[in-house]
Protein backbone atom coordinates (compact mmCIF):
# COMPACT_ATOMS: atom_id res chain seq x y z
CA UNK A 1 0.00 0.00 0.00
CA UNK A 2 1.08 3.74 0.08
CA UNK A 3 2.69 3.32 3.32
CA UNK A 4 5.58 0.31 1.51
CA UNK A 5 5.60 2.74 -1.26
CA UNK A 6 6.60 5.46 1.33
CA UNK A 7 8.96 3.44 3.15
CA UNK A 8 10.55 2.73 -0.70
CA UNK A 9 10.77 6.30 -1.54
CA UNK A 10 12.35 6.95 1.77
CA UNK A 11 15.42 4.42 0.75
CA UNK A 12 16.26 5.84 -2.54
CA UNK A 13 16.06 9.49 -0.90
CA UNK A 14 18.84 7.83 1.82
CA UNK A 15 21.03 6.85 -0.92
CA UNK A 16 20.30 10.31 -2.99
CA UNK A 17 23.63 12.38 -3.84
CA UNK A 18 22.83 15.78 -5.58
CA UNK A 19 26.13 17.28 -4.63
CA UNK A 20 27.30 17.20 -8.22
CA UNK A 21 24.14 18.40 -9.89
CA UNK A 22 24.47 21.22 -7.19
CA UNK A 23 27.85 21.97 -8.38
CA UNK A 24 27.33 21.64 -11.63
CA UNK A 25 23.84 24.10 -11.60
CA UNK A 26 24.95 27.74 -12.38
CA UNK A 27 21.96 29.52 -11.28
CA UNK A 28 21.29 30.91 -8.11
CA UNK A 29 20.16 28.83 -5.07
CA UNK A 30 17.99 29.32 -2.40
CA UNK A 31 18.00 26.08 -0.07
CA UNK A 32 15.07 26.15 2.87
CA UNK A 33 16.06 24.27 5.88
CA UNK A 34 13.43 23.33 8.67
CA UNK A 35 14.34 23.30 12.38
CA UNK A 36 12.27 20.16 13.10
CA UNK A 37 13.22 18.40 10.23
CA UNK A 38 13.94 14.38 11.28
CA UNK A 39 15.11 14.15 7.24
CA UNK A 40 17.24 16.18 6.54
CA UNK A 41 18.47 18.12 9.36
CA UNK A 42 19.29 21.59 9.66
CA UNK A 43 22.99 21.13 10.86
CA UNK A 44 23.57 20.05 7.16
CA UNK A 45 23.06 24.08 5.65
CA UNK A 46 26.52 24.46 6.98
CA UNK A 47 28.46 21.35 4.89
CA UNK A 48 26.30 22.74 2.49
CA UNK A 49 27.80 26.09 2.54
CA UNK A 50 31.41 24.64 2.68
CA UNK A 51 30.47 22.83 -0.52
CA UNK A 52 28.76 25.81 -2.44
CA UNK A 53 29.75 29.41 -0.46
CA UNK A 54 27.96 31.20 -2.90
CA UNK A 55 24.48 29.76 -2.18
CA UNK A 56 21.51 31.03 -0.11
CA UNK A 57 20.40 29.77 3.05
CA UNK A 58 17.33 30.24 5.06
CA UNK A 59 16.17 28.25 8.54
CA UNK A 60 12.53 28.03 8.93
CA UNK A 61 12.63 27.00 12.98
CA UNK A 62 9.58 25.72 13.63
CA UNK A 63 9.06 23.53 10.80
CA UNK A 64 9.19 19.90 9.54
CA UNK A 65 10.60 18.67 6.77
CA UNK A 66 7.48 18.83 5.16
CA UNK A 67 6.14 22.75 5.73
CA UNK A 68 4.78 23.94 2.32
CA UNK A 69 2.42 20.91 2.83
CA UNK A 70 1.76 22.21 6.55
CA UNK A 71 1.37 25.70 5.97
CA UNK A 72 0.36 26.47 2.58
CA UNK A 73 -0.22 29.87 1.73
Known sequence: GSKTALVDGLK???Q???R????TYRGPQLH?????DAFVPA????????LLPD???GLI???SHAFLLENPH
Not at 20 to 23: C, D, E, I, M
Not at 32 to 36: H, I, P, R, S, V
Request: net charge negative; charged share 15%.
Open 12 to 14: ILQ
Open 16 to 18: LDT
Open 20 to 23: SALQ
Open 32 to 36: LFAGL
Open 43 to 50: EAAGDLLA
Open 55 to 57: VEV
Open 61 to 63: EQA
